[in-house]
């Protein structure tokens, strides 16, 4: 079974993504900061994290920084709302999958994981 | 010397200045001129009398008599065509009659022996004096009744005739006129009364000395005073003077006989000297009786002016200038029209009182003819004045400002300089008395019209600060939302996100629900709707995400670096910034070029402003041509042209909008200065960041050109991404 795990501060987006993405048969873990976002990789070891870059704790850069840093190269996509360029380029070069901004419907959403996860 | 050989002295010194003077002032064929001859017709009397009244033998004094006769007859006639041509009259028949007998009383004089020359006879034990007995025929006599008389009676009713009819300022001139010509003929007539026999010693020859005052003044300067005034001032003059000088030459000669020099030498001494105390004194003590009014809102004035710096509310300020001097000075109205830039015109700001002109002018146009009278002379204009010299001279120009202040309803037009620029033209009703301007009021509204202009400019300065002031904070504000806008985007995006993925997963459940088996239709039906509903919120969801993309690009300057930007990209992101503030589907928009254009080298953020801005600036510029000029069947368009020439980007934005005014256009990229309808719609930021984002970091170039009322371009021309070969 896929394993997914969602990064984001929001609830809502954490639980109905995740019900989402269970119906497809998904595995999905949700992490509500940066922490817990590192602690659910290293545990769970998804193969493809959804990381919002705007958290509380720190940012989804920070966050990927780290995780490249331990030497996990799991797949990632950030997921952008207003941030500009320069975070975009910065986390592009940590290497990601993409990003996607927010909002976005979860039937894009959908294709875009479902398109990342198979081809694992 | 004797009393009457004195008095000619004194005709000669007063008469040859006098003429030389108008000779110099005057043009050929001007009354002026004609008022020359005539002083030289009395410096031609004085001579002849001077000559005959100190001569020796009988003979001696009958050939100086002949001289006197050339002056007396000259005189008559050359004030006739003085007052013919003063009064614009035209007698050419007339003129022949008199010229024929100016020749024949000539050649009488000189060549006919005992019709104007006969005998003389030594009287008051001092002269000889022509002698035509009253009671024997004589042509002399015929003569100058016939002739002078007639003709010096027919001019002053001429005179008097036309003086009973003028009005204002020609009217004092004319009282002067009567006062001048009155002295110098009871002069003249008075040193005839002895040739026909009658010992009445000719004191008032000195008259004619003096006649030449009033009619110079009068002359001379067209705006005047109150007579009385004037006469007042001459009257004391002469009274003093003739006490001075009359008083010690009297006694010297008639009581006490040539050689006791003594006593009249110390009398004149002590009246020389308190003299023009006495003058002064009594001077000073009439016209402040004459002119307490005048004084008093004079100085009324004066205080005025002083206060009106003080004041910092420009129409405030208006209002007190218009409303004193209405006060003070008792006039039916005034008003101050004051300098607009952006209109070229003197536009009336505030008016007092009932305007007697017709229609009444609103505004005066910077190369209207009055205004450009004050840019070279300066100083007040009295419109008597002006109807005066258009009645004199018919000059060219002249015309039009008349008209101009009568329909301002102005008596007085005083402008307000600040060195060379003037600020303010204040215009002034008629005086409710009647009475004229003078020359000190004149004076006096020119201080004020100067510390006015100052105020003025004080006040104008002080609201255009607050103006700027008020933009500054406008612009501070924008920066403020402009950073709050990062945070809230931030927090409304992932309200939008969360929304979204709420109702994607509730499509998706309806979804797995509806493929279940043994679902009623109603429910069903039920799920079908709930599904349209929850599909609708993503859409919003969409646009909203869409909004809020735009809103943040809008917000931000761009601080990123130099890419390859599409035109077509660009223009598109611009109108969709743009959609957040103005209704673009109102405007016809044409894009003139195809996709194959290469790639421009720039900022995108930056150029996208660039282009809001643009697409901004056109679409208020068309909708203030709608609503101003409300043309039928306008339609506001928009054409876009983009062309490559040589190694750069050509692009044209044109609008059919209201365009900017020629005299707007050196202003259109200061920082702060907006044509818009309202301040509340421009910042007046739009063509000054347009021209830094394009010319100081893109290294292009804007030009910006404009027709009033039918629209405005802007070009740019900005580098290319990759250098094309060929």
């Known amino acids: 079974m896929s394993k997914l795990l969602i990064v984001d501060d929001e609830s809502d987006i954490r639980e109905f993504a995740k019900s989402f993405f269970k119906k497809r048969g998904i595995d999905v873990f949700t992490a509500g900061c940066g922490k817990e976002a590192l602690e659910s990789a290293d545990n769970d070891a998804p193969e493809l994290i959804l990381l919002d870059i705007t958290m509380p704790d720190m940012s989804g850069v920070e966050v990927l920084k780290t995780l490249r840093e331990r030497g996990n190269d799991v797949k990632v996509i950030m997921v952008t709302g207003i941030e500009n360029e320069e975070t975009v380029n910065e986390a592009n070069s940590w290497g990601i999958r993409g990003y996607i901004h927010k909002p976005l419907i979860l039937e894009e959403l959908e294709k875009i994981v479902l398109a990342e996860l198979n081809g694992s | 010397m004797t009393y009457f050989a004195l008095s000619n002295l004194v005709i000669i010194a007063t008469n040859l200045p006098m003429a030389i003077f108008l000779f110099l002032n005057s043009q050929r064929k001007s009354a ?146 009567l006062l001048g010509m009155a002295t110098g003929f009871i002069g003249c007539h008075a040193c005839f009364v002895p040739v026909f026999g009658f010992d009445i010693y000719p004191y008032l020859n000195i008259l004619i000395a003096f006649y030449t005052i009033p009619i110079g003044y009068a002359i001379a300067k067209y705006r005047f005073l109150d007579t009385s005034f004037v006469l007042t001032r001459g009257g004391i003059f002469l009274c003093v003077y003739t006490l001075v000088l009359g008083v010690p030459v009297w006694i010297g000669f008639r009581l006490l006989g040539s050689g006791v020099w003594l006593v009249p030498v110390l009398i004149m001494a002590i009246f020389a000297t308190i003299g023009p105390f006495i003058y002064l004194f009594i001077q000073k003590r009439a016209e402040d009786a004459l002119l307490t009014e005048q004084r008093q809102y004079q100085a009324t004035l004066r205080q005025a002016s002083l206060g009106m710096g003080q004041i910092k509310d420009l129409k405030r300020l208006l209002n007190l200038i218009v409303h004193v001097v209405t006060r003070a000075v008792k006039i039916e109205n005034c008003k101050i029209f004051l300098r607009h830039e952006d209109s070229s015109r003197y536009v009336m700001k505030a008016m007092k009182g009932v305007s007697s002109g017709k229609g009444g002018y609103n505004y005066l146009d910077f190369d209207s003819p009055l205004v450009k009278y004050f840019k070279q002379m300066k100083e007040p204009l009295v419109y008597e004045e002006i109807k005066q010299r258009l009645y004199d001279s018919g000059g060219a120009g002249l015309h039009e400002i008349e008209q101009t202040l009568r329909r301002m309803g102005a008596a007085l037009v005083v402008p307000s300089f600040i060195e060379q620029k003037l600020i303010a033209i204040i215009s002034l009703g008629k005086k409710r008395s009647g009475k004229m301007y003078s020359h000190d009021d004149l004076a006096v509204f020119s201080i004020l019209a100067n510390q006015s202009a100052l105020a003025i400019e004080n006040a104008q300065f002080y609201e255009d600060m607050q103006r700027t002031h008020v933009q500054l904070l406008k612009a501070e504000k924008m920066a403020t939302v402009g950073t709050m806008a990062d945070g809230l985007s931030h927090q409304i995006n992932n309200r939008l996100h969360a929304m979204g993925f709420i109702a994607g997963d509730l499509i998706d459940t309806i979804q797995f629900g509806k493929k279940k088996n043994g679902i009623s239709d109603d429910s069903k039906e039920i799920l079908n709707e709930l599904e349209v509903g929850l599909n609708r919120i993503q859409e919003n969801v969409k646009h909203g995400g869409e909004i809020v993309g735009g809103l943040l690009r809008y917000t931000r300057k761009g601080e990123q670096g130099f890419t390859a930007v599409e035109f077509g990209k660009l223009l598109d992101s611009a109108f969709e910034m743009a959609q957040f503030k103005i209704k673009v589907n109102l405007l016809e928009v044409e894009r003139h070029f195809d996709g194959k254009l290469p790639d421009i080298k720039g900022n995108f953020t930056q150029l996208q402003e660039v282009f809001f801005n643009l697409i901004d600036n056109a679409y208020d510029a068309m909708m203030q041509r709608k609503e101003e000029l409300a043309e039928e069947g306008y339609q506001p368009k928009l054409d876009i042209f983009a062309r490559q020439v040589g190694q750069k980007m050509e692009i044209l934005i044109q609008d059919n909008g209201m365009g900017v005014k020629e005299s707007d256009m050196h202003k259109l990229f200061t920082p702060f200065f907006t044509t818009k309808a309202t301040s509340e719609k421009g910042t007046g930021l739009g063509l000054y960041v347009i021209r830094q984002i394009i010319e100081d970091n893109h290294g292009g170039k804007v030009n910006f050109s404009s027709k009033y009322k039918i629209g405005s371009e802007t070009q740019l021309i900005l580098p290319l991404a990759v250098e094309t070969l060929g």
């Open chain 2, 32 to 177: 002026g001129e004609r008022l020359a001859f005539l002083c030289i017709a009395a410096v031609v009397w004085g001579l002849g009398s001077f000559q005959y009244s100190t001569a020796k033998s009988a003979d001696d004094a009958i050939r100086w008599w002949q001289v006197a006769n050339v002056g007396s007859i000259f005189s008559t006639v050359f004030f006739y065509y003085f007052i013919v041509r003063f009064l614009n009259l035209h007698k050419p028949k007339l003129n022949f009659v008199i010229n024929f007998f100016v020749c024949l009383s000539l050649f009488l004089n000189f060549f006919v022996p005992g019709t104007f020359i006969g005998e003389v006879r030594f009287v008051f034990e001092q002269m000889y004096y022509l002698y035509w007995p009253i009671d024997q025929f004589s042509v002399y006599l015929a003569y100058y009744i016939g002739f002078f008389f007639i003709l010096l009676f027919y001019s002053f009713y001429l005179l008097v005739q036309n003086y009973l009819q003028a009005v204002m300022a020609r009217k004092q001139q004319m009282k002067y006129l």
